[in-house]
């Protein structure tokens, strides 16, 4: 007899009707329930995606689809509030709306644009639109309009008010970003995000940033994320997020074009055209910026007793430039919206690194995309490529010039180059759903789960045209591929009470597999009030430096390696083993974070977060592990010597490679707030405070290197606060901002020393002119600054020489000061431009 005829049968004809209950269940509540319809527009009738619709007093919502459509089912009979919300609209509510059973009620909304907001709507926090007082995480919004009031620049100068982030001004157009500590001149700790799109350097690990392909006139808005934010989106999201969204051709329709210009000899000019015929939308958009950067030149290591300088032929050149430009193809649907991105940049000009600066020339990034987009699917393929040009090191070339004085400037600028080559190519597939179980009357397990998932696919390949990465040694060019599926389930417990749970799954080909959790309590006792607790996990990855550097005779006697195997560390001579060195693994953070988000009395919106943050295996600069000269030879794990390459006399080397150093417990609060003083003026600002409480660095031999890897490099008190007026006179609007920053201690290779306290204020004035749909903005960025000392570099650049700092309190217009070690001191910029819209 088998084990099943052993079970009553009257046991399984009762779980027989259990599980016919429970499969028809859903079905039977819905069917009993009523449904909500309706199509958004905004001004001029255009369809609003992404408009956001909910029922206030339950979990039921929906997102507009690309024909501005939505339906929101499982409603119980009765009388509710539509409410409709979008970024750059006024909340419309929608009252007295009466569901029946079985029935579906029309609720149309046509929105007005709101020339001052609170709240609003996000995407970062969870990957799917949601209100910003209920997203699980710190996120600052800047929306279209907010942007069109910078001049030039790209994204960037709206970031200075973003919540918990550090801005840093290294030139006129040069800007750095970072979140939470541990900053560096190399940083890829924020991860940059474009469409969709991750916007990253395949050869170094860094964000695209001032490489993007996107002009300022065709953003629609900039979210910023501040924590860790890998359970979503994976590798280098470690201290937060950075999305960039572009605008619809249906919805931003016409010509807009700017020409700007202003101090350094700033020069801007950007086009951008979008039409429709019939369900296909079309865009294109160009631009042109440059400016002379401010100096100073560079004094690196001397040879042979004489300094070097990057000044002269072929040194440092501050004329930057940039040209880029994109377009897009889009076919709209009911279900959702296709769209072919293809866009290109073209950059000249200078950056700074651990070891000096280079010299930026036609470095070039492109861009392929093709994307679907629905509310409850997302899919993308695409393809990025950064290819370095004719970029050098300027310390290489200052020191090369003196070492080898007879060859020519070119062949000097050659042996100074690191030439890169960094494709990406990329698949990704998201889903979202609710599960719709039990009338918002009885919130039970399930009812209204939200749910996202999605699985990413990436393949980079790199190359150094067989010169400083492991192709040299290979032949080969670089082949890494990561795999990452995610999930997040978000269920009401009750009708004030959700739980958020979500996790990430990682395989990269260059370290072990790595789980990234995520987990929220959110606690809603009133509309637009959420208090939360959160933890997160999250990694920074290695990049391809840190695994894959092959340098050998990087200079005489000295070899670069990256480490990806381990060392193993023998005595010369003897060849006894003294050390052996792990392969290097990600950085991991772990962070609790404790928040509240509200709007009070439809005036003011606060957003405020208290975390601690536990950083380990913090990923070291260049150290040396082994000198043979001193009686240490270094090996691979797989024991070979690093002197060896194709053709080389396998001699040992002075061996400098990267590994994992020392953990670190960070706490902070982050603030941010917004008060509408009235419909046309409104006050903002943020407040961050951080503490280092404690520091474990190593000791003995790497002890220097510890040092480095765990300095903190940010400002523990900063400070913005402003005020904008729209319209309060005919046609104009008016702004100011604040802002301080504390000083502090930054080490980051050659860049050492102290980054004086200071305070700016930046200004702008924008006025509609009579003529039809153009406008007349003028800024002025540190138009007032106050400094708490100055700062000028050591004798040269290096690790063990800091620069020099001197006390001086000094306010005044025009007043100069420095944002980061041996970058330039800014003083006053001015800008005006005229934009048109047709």
């Not at 969870?126 to 995480?137: L, N």
């Not at 940083?187 to 940033?209: C, H, I, K, S």
């Not at 501050?318 to 296709?338: E, P």
């Not at 866009?343 to 700074?352: E, H």
Request: net charge positive; with cysteine.
């Amino acid at each position: 007899m088998s084990q099943w005829s052993r079970i009553p049968r009257r046991a399984l004809a009762i779980a027989a009707q259990v599980a016919v209950f429970v499969l028809g269940a859903p079905a039977i509540l819905l069917a009993q329930a009523g449904r909500v319809s309706g199509t958004i527009t905004v001004a001029g009738g255009s369809p609003a995606p992404g408009a956001l619709v909910t029922i206030p007093g339950t979990p039921l919502s929906a997102q507009a689809s690309a024909g501005g459509t939505y339906r929101i089912s499982g409603i119980a009979a009765g009388t509710y509030d539509v409410r409709v919300q979008r970024v750059g609209s006024k909340v419309k509510i929608v009252t007295g709306v009466v569901v029946k059973a079985g029935e579906e009620s029309k609720v149309d909304v046509a929105l007005e644009a709101a020339p001052q907001q609170l709240g609003g709507v996000v995407v970062s926090a969870s990957r799917r639109i949601e209100k910003i007082t209920e997203a699980p995480a710190t996120v600052t919004r800047f929306d279209a309009s907010q942007i069109g009031l910078t001049i030039g620049n790209s994204f960037a100068p709206a970031l200075k008010e973003a919540k918990g982030l550090d801005f840093v001004q290294a030139g006129i157009t040069a800007v750095a970003v970072n979140a939470r500590g541990f900053n560096s001149s190399f940083n890829n700790r924020m991860l940059l995000t474009e469409d969709g799109r991750l916007a990253v350097l395949p050869e170094n690990g860094l964000a695209a940033g001032s490489f993007t392909t996107i002009a300022k006139l065709d953003l629609a808005g900039i979210e910023v994320l501040v924590g860790p934010g890998a359970a979503l989106y994976g590798p280098d999201a470690s201290n937060g997020v950075i999305t960039l969204s572009t605008k619809d051709p249906r919805e931003y329709r016409g010509l807009s074009a700017e020409v700007s210009g202003g101090s350094q000899a700033f020069m801007d000019a950007q086009v951008r055209y979008a039409g429709l015929s019939g369900n296909w939308g079309y865009k294109v958009t160009g631009e042109y910026q440059s400016a002379n950067d401010y100096g100073p030149y560079n004094r690196y290591a001397p040879i042979g007793g004489v300094a070097a300088i990057d000044t002269g032929n072929g040194g440092a050149d501050f004329k930057t430039n940039v040209m880029r430009g994109s377009g897009s193809v889009v076919w709209y649907s009911d279900a959702g919206r296709l769209e072919f991105t293809a866009g290109a940049s073209k950059s000249n000009g200078i950056g700074q690194t651990n070891v000096g600066r280079n010299q930026l020339v036609d470095w070039q990034y492109r861009v392929l995309q093709a994307k679907w987009t629905s509310p409850r699917w997302f899919a993308q393929l695409y393809r990025t490529q950064s290819l370095s040009g004719d970029t050098y090191q300027l310390n290489g070339f200052a020191q090369n010039r003196l070492r080898y004085p007879t060859i020519s400037v070119d062949s000097m600028k050659r042996l100074s180059d690191f030439p890169a080559d960094g494709r990406l190519l990329a698949a990704e597939v998201q889903n979202n759903f609710t599960i719709s179980m039990l009338a918002p009357t009885g919130v039970g397990a399930l009812d209204n789960t939200r749910i996202v998932w999605g699985v990413q696919v990436r393949r980079d390949n790199v190359s150094s045209m067989q010169q400083w990465l492991s192709d040299r040694n290979t032949g080969k060019e670089l082949e890494i591929g990561q795999t990452g599926g995610y999930m997040q389930i978000e269920t009401p417990l009750s009708k004030m009470l959700r739980l958020v749970l979500a996790g990430r799954y990682d395989k990269h080909d260059k370290y072990d597999a790595q789980f990234s959790p995520k987990a929220a309590l959110l606690v809603t006792p009133w509309e637009d009030q959420t208090f939360r607790v959160s933890f997160n996990r999250a990694f920074k990855s290695p990049s391809v430096l840190q695994t894959d550097f092959y340098f050998p005779n990087f200079s005489p006697s000295v070899g670069v390696f990256g480490n990806q195997d381990g060392f193993t560390i023998k005595s010369t001579p003897g060849g006894v083993t003294t050390l052996v060195l792990d392969p290097i693994k990600p950085e991991v953070n772990n962070t609790w974070e404790l928040g509240y988000k509200g709007i009070v009395n439809e005036k003011l919106y606060l957003d405020i977060a208290a975390y601690t943050t536990r950083y380990e295996n913090f990923l070291s600069p260049l150290i040396v592990i082994a000198n043979p000269f001193a009686g240490a030879a270094a090996t691979k794990a797989y024991n070979t010597k690093t002197g060896a390459e194709a053709g080389g006399t396998g001699a040992n080397q002075i061996a400098l490679t990267y590994v994992n150093l020392g953990d670190a417990t960070l706490s902070g609060i982050d603030l941010g707030w917004r008060y509408l003083v009235s419909s046309k003026i409104a006050t903002s600002g943020t407040a961050s405070f951080m503490k280092l409480d404690n520091l474990n660095a190593p000791s003995g031999a790497f002890a220097a290197a510890g040092i480095e890897a765990t300095a903190f490099n940010s400002p523990v008190t900063k400070v913005t606060a402003g005020m904008d007026f729209t319209d309060v006179a005919p046609n104009a609007t008016f702004g100011f901002t604040g802002r301080f920053v504390q000083g502090y201690d930054f080490r980051s290779g050659v860049n050492v020393g102290s980054i004086p306290t200071f305070g700016t204020i930046d200004v702008m004035y924008s006025w509609k002119t009579p003529m039809d749909g153009v406008r007349l903005t003028a800024q002025v960025q540190n138009l007032f600054t106050c400094v708490g000392g100055e700062f000028q570099p050591g004798a040269w650049l290096a690790s063990t020489i800091r620069s020099i700092n001197t006390d001086k309190n000094a306010c005044g217009f025009n007043q100069t000061h420095v944002e980061m070690i041996n970058m330039p001191a800014i003083g006053t910029i001015a800008f005006v431009g005229v934009r048109i819209d047709r």
